[in-house]
């Protein structure tokens, strides 16, 4: 696949810290803070008392400070929805703008800094890395089939580049293509506060516990985890050709040309481009009669943890 690095103005990190940031992340979040050992990472949302999402991010525990990894824009949001929480907790929660930036490494680059690690400071699939030399930074390698990761580092970008050989750098859709891959929606800030859990498939994911306690939105997360019926099912589609690129929806049509479902967005893939589709929850999984604005759609899959077997369908 293609290699590629995106700098930290891709990235908004927040951090938490101080003797209560378990307890007072634990209340709020809908992944179990509790049970993150120090030195992993867990995939995580926040929403709002209405069941919706605010905002998606990788939860890192490093040192017994906690850092929430998301797309640029999306902190503020979050940060000013926890506020009123925290003046009842021992802690302190920051935008990160310092002398630390997250990077995110893309196929063989991925590789090349995930070989320098000298050692794992955890255990477990979900364990951080310490690259060489970067003592006080870590490196988060996410699961799936194309190599990728996030890189927490004081290291600057030249520094970065000069380790993985001057790398090309990456788009922000480039990015999310490979979250596509892994089942991920990329939530930005004009999603915050839309859609449910489910909507998403985060509840499919890991985004969401459901044997934690309470937390904002647990009430009506649980009901429609246990007692919902969704309608609709996202999936991801390979488009033949470059999709339209102009503001509206596109909809999908099936052999007969009915219209069957929308393409929400699209992520260039190599040569190619994902889409992904919102669908009838009960539309069969033959994907390869679909077609968006007279572009065929070569494969498909269902949008959860399938994709990553089927990832390498994908491969440009």
């Known amino acids: 696949m293609h290699s590629f690095v995106i700098g930290s103005d891709a990235f908004d990190v927040v951090t938490v810290s101080g003797k209560d940031a378990e307890r007072f992340l634990q209340g709020q979040l809908t992944c179990n803070v509790c049970e993150l050992a120090n030195n992993h990472w867990t995939h995580g949302a926040c929403c709002n008392n209405k069941g919706r999402v605010i905002a998606a991010?990788?939860?890192?525990?490093?040192?017994?400070?906690?850092?929430?990894?998301?797309?640029?824009?999306?902190?503020?949001?979050?940060?000013?929805?926890?506020?009123?929480?925290?003046?009842?907790?021992?802690?302190?929660?920051?935008?990160?703008?310092?002398?630390?930036h997250l990077y995110g490494l893309a196929g063989e680059c991925a590789n090349k800094v995930r070989a320098s690690c000298t050692d794992s400071i955890g255990s477990g699939n979900t364990a951080l890395?310490?690259?060489?030399?970067?003592?006080?930074?870590w490196l988060c390698w996410l699961a799936g089939a194309n190599p990728c990761a996030l890189w927490w580092s004081a290291q600057p970008a030249s520094a970065v580049s000069q380790l993985c050989e001057s790398v090309a750098a990456g788009t922000n859709a480039q990015w999310e293509a490979l979250g596509l891959l892994r089942g991920l929606y990329p939530l930005s800030w004009q999603d915050s506060g839309e859609y449910t859990p489910q909507d998403l498939h985060f509840d499919a994911s890991g985004h969401v516990s459901f044997n934690k306690g309470c937390y904002t939105g647990q009430e009506i997360v649980a009901r429609m985890h246990y007692r919902g019926k969704p309608k609709k099912q996202l999936c991801v589609l390979l488009l033949a050709s470059t999709p339209p690129q102009d503001d509206a929806k596109p909809v999908l049509t099936?052999?007969?040309?009915?219209?069957?479902?929308?393409?929400?967005?699209?992520?260039?893939?190599?040569?190619?481009w994902l889409?992904?589709?919102?669908?009838?929850?009960?539309?069969?999984?033959?994907?390869?009669t679909l077609a968006c604005a007279g572009q065929t759609a070569v494969a498909g899959c269902e949008f959860d943890e399938t994709v990553i077997q089927l990832s390498t369908l994908f491969s440009p």
Not at 68 to 89: D, E, H, N, S
Not at 254 to 268: C, I, N, Q
């Open 57 to 100: 991010f990788v939860l890192v525990r490093h040192r017994d400070n906690f850092h929430l990894c998301m797309t640029r824009g999306v902190a503020p949001l979050l940060i000013a929805a926890l506020q009123k929480f925290l003046p009842f907790y021992k802690c302190t929660m920051a935008l990160q703008a310092g002398s630390y």
């Open 129 to 137: 890395l310490q690259p060489a030399g970067d003592t006080e930074g």
């Open 254 to 272: 099936d052999a007969t040309g009915t219209t069957v479902g929308t393409v929400l967005l699209t992520r260039p893939l190599g040569e190619r």
């Open 275 to 288: 889409a992904l589709a919102q669908l009838p929850s009960d539309f069969p999984a033959a994907f390869d």
